[in-house]
């Protein structure tokens, strides 16, 4: 016997019946059996279609009395995210298709239509549909947006965090262009870079935007990853993978505390070992190896045994490349050196010193994959610094 074909359910909303009429004659003469066509003359009666039936794909005119198609395609994409959406109107403009794409919408059609356009739009948006769908936990966005462009797609991202929304557009695998609130090109990449938390999700477009961005996007992340670390950010975290920086936090806590002694305004700052210290590092996807080491050479805690490499020699190498980091800043009349990142083909290095002036302290190294996290690294790395200076007061 042979499987049923699954229906593929599409719903029109316009205003005006005419549209509704030429739009359903447009899919018949697709000659698909699969396809069920539902009409809607309001955003509200659409509403309460899609709440009783699991519709595919949605057409909608903008312009409608009640609910605008903006505001369904906002109400679609937080009630019934896996429904794709393209929207419709007689009054085309620049922003208004950004604030279609920003709000959710798959594709913008200009009416009048073409009619062979919009048929090819509606048979992509229903294959896009039927395609694996979903969220990838314990993942980067500079691990989407890396993937992406080695992939050499051509697609958009959406980033979200709370009520703001950015989206990447990339042309076989480079990216062209962004936008984020009222930034265009670069500045709204890196705007986006920024988000500490959110959700993503690929968009299918139709149409690629005007290109804005002509840098690699290497020299792009490294760029992004720059202006965040200034703004003392960690970078973007799936809301999700908020657990994993809770996890660090639970393991190791800021400074041991005594429930008596909070209540009494005092803190017990006893220090935790070094080693414990440095199990913040582990949870953190991409790691390596880690060492504290006196300013004097000496190790006092390391931990590489999922790495193989010699660190007392690169621990004494690096101990004297810092201090002279730090010393070359003073000399060109900035402040001391306190955190430095090298980076080569394959690791990451970063390094975090704790101590004064005098130069006497300790120096914090952890190394990890070009693949890691590095945001969350170099948080975890001022967390670490910033407790062995409460343990030295």
């Known amino acids: 016997?042979?499987?049923?074909?699954?229906?593929?359910?599409?719903?029109?909303?316009?205003?005006?019946?005419?549209?509704?009429?030429?739009?359903?004659?447009?899919?018949?003469?697709?000659?698909?059996?699969?396809?069920?066509?539902?009409?809607?003359?309001?955003?509200?009666?659409?509403?309460?279609?899609l709440t009783k039936e699991k519709i595919d794909l949605v057409v909608t005119d903008i312009v409608m009395p009640g609910i605008s198609g903006l505001d369904l395609l906002v109400e679609i994409k937080n009630r019934f995210p896996y429904t794709s959406?393209?929207?419709?109107?007689?009054?085309?403009?620049?922003?208004?298709?950004?604030?279609?794409?920003?709000?959710?919408?798959?594709?913008?059609?200009?009416?009048?239509?073409?009619?062979?356009?919009?048929?090819?739009?509606?048979?992509?948006?229903?294959?896009?549909?039927?395609?694996?769908?979903?969220?990838?936990?314990?993942?980067?966005?500079?691990?989407?947006?890396?993937?992406?462009c080695m992939s050499g797609v051509t697609d958009a991202l959406r980033v979200s965090e709370d009520r703001r929304q950015g989206i990447i557009f990339f042309d076989k695998g480079e990216i062209i262009h962004?936008?984020?609130?009222?930034?265009?090109?670069?500045?709204?990449?890196?705007?986006?870079?920024?988000?500490?938390?959110?959700?993503?999700d690929?968009?299918?477009?139709?149409?690629?935007?005007?290109?804005?961005?002509?840098?690699?996007?290497?020299?792009?992340?490294?760029?992004?990853?720059?202006?965040?670390?200034?703004?003392g950010g960690a970078g973007f975290v799936e809301d999700d993978d908020l657990a994993v920086e809770e996890k660090i936090e639970a393991r190791?806590?800021?400074?041991?505390v005594n429930p008596a002694q909070t209540a009494a305004g005092k803190a017990d700052t006893t220090p935790l070992p070094m080693a414990e210290l440095l199990g913040g590092f582990k949870e953190i996807r991409g790691y390596r190896a880690a060492a504290v080491i006196k300013t004097s050479g000496e190790i006092v805690a390391q931990d590489s045994t999922n790495f193989e490499i010699d660190l007392s020699l690169i621990a004494g190498i690096l101990n004297d490349f810092f201090s002279e980091a730090r010393d070359a800043s003073t000399k060109i009349g900035l402040e001391p050196c306190h955190e430095a990142v090298l980076v080569t083909r394959?690791?990451?290095?970063?390094?975090?010193?704790?101590?004064?002036?005098?130069?006497?302290?300790?120096?914090?190294?952890?190394?990890?994959?070009?693949?890691g996290n590095q945001p969350l690294a170099r948080s975890e790395m001022r967390k670490i610094v910033g407790r062995l200076m409460v343990g030295s007061q």
């Open 85 to 148: 959406v393209i929207v419709m109107t007689a009054y085309p403009s620049l922003e208004l298709k950004r604030e279609a794409l920003l709000k959710g919408g798959l594709s913008f059609v200009e009416k009048p239509f073409d009619m062979n356009d919009l048929r090819e739009k509606i048979m992509t948006a229903l294959e896009e549909s039927s395609q694996f769908r979903g969220m990838l936990k314990g993942i980067s966005l500079s691990d989407v947006i890396q993937i992406k």
């Open 1 to 49: 016997m042979a499987k049923k074909t699954a229906l593929k359910k599409i719903l029109l909303v316009d205003d005006e019946q005419d549209i509704l009429l030429t739009l359903k004659r447009l899919l018949d003469k697709t000659g698909r059996k699969d396809l069920m066509v539902i009409f809607a003359s309001s955003g509200e009666e659409a509403l309460e279609k």
């Open 346 to 371: 394959s690791e990451i290095l970063i390094m975090g010193y704790s101590g004064g002036a005098d130069n006497v302290g300790n120096l914090v190294l952890a190394i990890f994959g070009t693949d």
């Open 202 to 231: 690929t968009v299918s477009i139709a149409e690629l935007p005007e290109r804005t961005i002509f840098q690699p996007y290497v020299s792009l992340l490294m760029e992004g990853a720059r202006r965040l670390d200034e703004r």
């Open 178 to 200: 962004a936008i984020c609130d009222n930034l265009d090109g670069a500045d709204a990449l890196y705007e986006i870079i920024s988000f500490a938390h959110g959700h993503l």
């Open 252 to 256: 190791l806590g800021a400074v041991k």
